[in-house]
């Protein structure tokens, strides 16, 4: 692959991911898939998913993982239904991950993108080691499918997030960097989290957001990549400083406006291009 090729967050079924008609349109060659539902993840549909894919000149990058009953209403309510840290779900979700991951596998695709959760800060928290023991049990199963899992970043602080992924102590654990959610969680600056965490990041989101008025309290504001708090040179210059040479991939979450979401996208695309031709 060429260095920093596009790439767009997508989705066939499920997922806020932009549609494959627009990833054609726009000529991207990579995408983050959010994993598909669970009636749409059979081998035959995997085939058939990959023929068009091939088709289309389209390498899938990441499987994202996604788990019913999610909201990312607010902060509270992320902390309260997202990922693998709500005891409730744990034991469902994490199997559901699992199969994700063989999906995923059966699409030739070596990385999962998770959600955690909110892990914990205090690793006296006994939750906390619970959320360490089940990301190790996610590493091994998607380890032997030849696979990394990439933790999406937002919810923790790099410190926290160093860490939880040195208690973890899997060698196929790693990051998916998304700077605009360290700012709408109000969880660090990006570019300074990004320098903590580089050695880990092995896939990104261009994605740009707004600090609310009380960070961490309060959602911030998503906004098209290159308008927000990100600063997007700023954040292709850090990812080459750190030799990071994989794909950027632009994340605008917008489903409920679907033309405004593909022109966004679009100049989204143009300015990576610059960016990229600048300094690349
Ligand atoms: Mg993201």
């Known amino acids: 692959m060429d260095k920093w090729p596009i790439g767009v967050f997508a989705s066939i079924d499920a997922g806020l991911g932009v549609k494959l008609e627009v990833v054609r349109e726009l000529g991207i060659p990579t995408i983050h898939l959010h994993a598909p539902h669970r009636s749409t993840r059979t081998p035959e549909r995997a085939r ?41 779900t744990r034991k469902e979700r994490t199997q559901e991950l699992k199969e994700i991951s063989d999906f995923a596998r059966l699409l030739e695709v070596d990385a999962i993108g998770l959600h955690v959760g909110f892990v914990p800060h205090e690793p006296t928290d006994p939750l906390y080691q619970e959320v360490v023991a089940v990301t190790r049990e996610a590493c091994d199963h998607c380890q032997h499918n030849g696979q990394r899992l990439h933790l999406e970043t937002g919810q923790e602080a790099a410190d926290t997030l160093l860490r939880f992924i040195g208690d973890v ?112």
């Open 48 to 88: 058939s998913f990959l023929e068009t894919l091939r088709a289309m000149g389209v390498k899938i990058t990441v499987v994202f993982a996604g788990f019913e009953g999610e909201s990312y209403a607010d902060i509270p309510t992320v902390a309260r239904t997202v990922g693998l840290v709500p005891p409730e």
């Open 169 to 280: 102590a899997r060698d196929n654990l790693f990051i998916n960097f998304d700077p605009a959610n360290m700012i709408l969680y109000g969880s660090g600056e990006p570019i300074e989290a990004l320098r903590k965490v580089g050695k880990y990041v092995r896939s990104v989101h261009c994605k740009d957001a707004k600090w609310a008025a009380n960070p961490g309290k309060e959602w911030g504001r998503e906004v098209p990549f290159g308008q927000g708090d990100v600063g997007a040179e700023n954040f292709l210059r850090t990812l080459k400083e750190l030799g990071y040479t994989g794909p950027l991939t632009i994340e605008r979450e917008i489903p409920e406006e679907p033309a405004r979401q593909k022109t966004e996208i679009g100049q989204a695309v143009r300015l990576i291009e610059e960016l990229k031709a600048r300094i690349g």
